[in-house]
């Protein structure tokens, strides 16, 4: 048996009030599954893609070595990179050598915008800018639970780069664990002494409920350069917008409206 996967599903459990609700919501056996927790058992087949269901995790993930897995979900995996880009790909180096210096903004964010999949629901995520090799990348975690449900959730993780263009900060970023979503956001810089609030507009769609695109106002809160990333973990999710973990001012500055003598959904600067 391998011994990383009993410790990393002791460690996803630990999203969860209880083993108790883990069980239920999978449908497996209360004795069964401490088996797997102690190391005594590996799932079936059948149990196992319940397991990777529950946490949003691949088969993979859940045998990498504890500090690999709890480094994915604490948002400081580095990037996978590739030293030259060549064939196909060549524009991308292209824009990559045009792009300004974002040094400044890397660091780790909250991320508000109106969910495409929950009317009237907010998404709070953990978004992180790296650099390497005077590139910019980016690393996107949401935990998203079921409104009325907290104790159900999925995670989406999302993987992108970032560049710095036409006095804008642009994101392309794709969704890592199916790869079967693209998104795109652009932001205003910011002038000011020190990085705070930046606003923009992104587009997407949503990955559960149905498969028609949209665009959003979408704001990113500084957080700093280093942090307590299991502390801001547990502070992202799927919120009202009157709940406390939205900020005052934040819902103002995401309301999705085009006014009168406008006909396309645009953000003014802060």
Do not use: W
């Not at 990498?64 to 979900?73: A, G, N, S, V």
């Not at 009317?119 to 009325?148: A, F, H």
Request: include cysteine; glycine fraction near 6%; charge should be positive.
């Amino acid at each position: 048996m391998n011994t990383s996967f009993a410790e990393n599903l002791n460690f996803l459990c630990g999203f969860f009030p209880s083993i108790a609700e883990v069980c239920r919501q999978m449908d497996i056996n209360r004795q069964q599954f401490n088996k797997y927790l102690s190391g005594h058992t590996r799932p079936s087949r059948a149990n196992m893609r319940r397991i990777c269901n529950l946490f949003g995790v691949s088969e993979a993930e859940l045998l990498l070595d504890p500090d690999d897995l709890q480094k994915i979900f604490e948002v400081r995996k580095r990037p996978v990179t590739k030293a030259a880009l060549d064939g196909p790909l060549h524009h991308l180096d292209t824009i990559f050598r045009s792009s300004l210096n974002l040094e400044r903004y890397v660091g780790y964010y909250y991320r508000y915008f109106y969910a495409f999949g929950f009317p009237g629901m907010i998404v709070k995520s953990l978004l992180r800018i790296t650099s390497e090799d005077q590139r910019y990348y980016t690393k996107n975690i949401e935990i998203l639970r079921e409104p009325g449900n907290q104790r159900s959730f999925t995670i989406n993780k999302y993987l992108g780069v970032a560049f710095y263009l036409g006095d804008r900060i642009q994101l392309i970023e794709y969704e890592a664990l199916q790869s079967n979503s693209i998104s795109q956001s652009i932001y205003y810089p910011t002038y000011h002494s020190r990085v705070d609030k930046l606003v923009g507009i992104q587009t997407g769609a949503p990955l559960r409920k149905g498969r028609r695109p949209g665009a959003s106002k979408v704001l990113l809160e500084y957080l700093g350069k280093e942090i307590d990333t299991r502390k801001a973990l547990r502070r992202i999710g799927l919120f009202e917008p009157e709940e406390p973990e939205v900020p005052t001012g934040v819902v103002e500055l995401i309301q999705n409206r085009i006014e009168p003598g406008h006909f396309v959904l645009d953000v003014e600067e802060l």
